[in-house]
């Protein structure tokens, strides 16, 4: 559960879902996709709508960003499950096990038409094209990962690349989305995207401790002798160097949340 400060957002993001998905309730995905985002924290339209509130926000409204890069986040899931042969998500049947494969795969073709519109809500162009970077880079992390387990153990600098790409490459589009919604200046946009790629992959690193399943070498000593570093250390310099990121913001209440938010993904 996040704490009280964060959880208005949360609630604000979900009705911001309801809200910009109602027109889609006469199509068949309509219901498997609102099942699918039925439940999660909103980790990646929190940290977008934090980032564009620290820049002082704009006339433009971040939720409906907010609710694309969480249908990116979801449908990247669905394919996780699908591509692992994963039968549960959140104690719950699979997407893929509950409405079948094809489904699964159609949904996520869909998901992404609808991404779409929601990205072209925004005059600024980029919004859409980090939308489509993050895309793009996750799905390189996934073949990545195919690839590089398929080898064998992973490495310390084969887990953290394919970490970065994964999961880091959201959070990073999610934090400079806000920062363009916002219309904050290019060394801002450049900061906070800096700020959520280094989250995201601190963030990552500590569920993959959680759950060592498949990361078990690299895990063991995640920073191997070039980075010099054991799993508590790498996380905390991750946090520090977050830290760091964030302190330099004029709004001090932004700094606090950005604090609390960033605790959340370690678990602090």
């Known amino acids: 559960m996040l704490r009280p400060e ?31 985002l039925a439940g999660g924290k909103r980790l990646r339209p ?23 890069v969480e249908l990116l986040h979801t449908e990247s899931l669905i394919h996780d499950d699908l591509i692992d042969r994963d039968l549960e998500r959140r104690g719950a049947p699979a997407f893929h096990v509950k409405y079948g494969e ?20 925004y005059e600024d162009s980029r919004v ?36 970065e790409l994964k999961t880091g490459s959201l959070f990073e589009a999610s934090a400079k989305i806000g920062a363009l919604i916002a219309e904050a200046a290019p060394s801002e946009i450049e900061e906070l995207a800096a700020l959520g790629r280094n989250l995201g992959s601190t963030y990552q690193i500590c569920d993959d401790a959680r759950d060592r399943e498949g990361w078990a070498s690299a895990m063991d000593d995640p920073g191997g002798e070039e980075q010099g570093a054991s799993l508590p250390q790498l996380v905390q310099q991750l946090r520090a160097e977050a830290a760091s990121r964030f302190a330099g913001l004029g709004n001090p209440q932004a700094k606090k949340l950005l604090g609390m938010y960033a605790d959340e993904l370690i678990g602090v």
């Not at 993001?13 to 006469?26: N, S």
């Not at 929190?46 to 694309?68: C, F, K, Q, T």
């Not at 993050?134 to 690839?147: F, N, P």
Request: proline share 4%; with cysteine; glycine share 6%.
């Open 102 to 121: 094809q489904l699964a795969i159609l949904s996520v073709d869909y998901a992404l038409s609808v991404i779409l519109e929601l990205g072209l809500e």
């Open 6 to 36: 964060l959880q208005r957002y949360v609630k604000n993001i979900d009705a911001a879902i309801e809200a910009k998905l109602a027109p889609y309730r006469g199509s068949r995905f309509y219901e498997p996709l609102m099942t699918a």
């Open 128 to 163: 859409l094209q980090e939308m489509a970077r993050a895309v793009t880079r996750t799905c390189e992390g996934q073949l990545a990962e195919l690839q590089l387990k398929g080898r064998g153990p992973l490495d310390a600098k084969d887990y953290l690349h394919i970490v």
């Open 46 to 68: 929190l940290l977008l709508l934090l980032s564009y509130e620290s820049l002082g926000g704009s006339e433009a409204d971040p939720l409906s960003a907010a609710v694309a």
